[in-house]
């Protein structure tokens, strides 16, 4: 079962990257202060970076089922909340200073930390329900 979790929650990890950064939802901001002057459409897919994401992906739900089973035994969803909340504040914690010494617009951060969040939750959420 631990398998299934652990593909459905990168399965559930793309499909919100897809929503999370297309242009209906905060796609559209993403480009303007990541790649300023250019629409969504003319960036090139890298499949280098797709590559990248997933590795990115494994590492953390590999990361999340090792905290949840094998060191807390976290078996319900209060308890995933609470743990996705801490690991939450490490991931934003840790990168404020990145973006602040970098210069990183502010709203830049919180497109892209709130996609985290969404990831970490939700992520957290999967493996729970099916170990």
Known sequence: M???GFLVALL???????LW???TLFGNSWIKLTHPGKRITELKANPGVYIAANIGHVIVATTIYFITHIF?????FSSAFRLSSWLCALVWGSQIPHSVFSGKPSCLFLIDQGYDAVSIFTTTAIITMFA
């Open 21 to 23: 950064y297309s242009p």
């Open 72 to 76: 807390m035994q976290v078996t319900d």
């Open 12 to 18: 559930a990890d793309n499909i919100i990257g897809m």
């Open 2 to 4: 631990m398998l299934v």
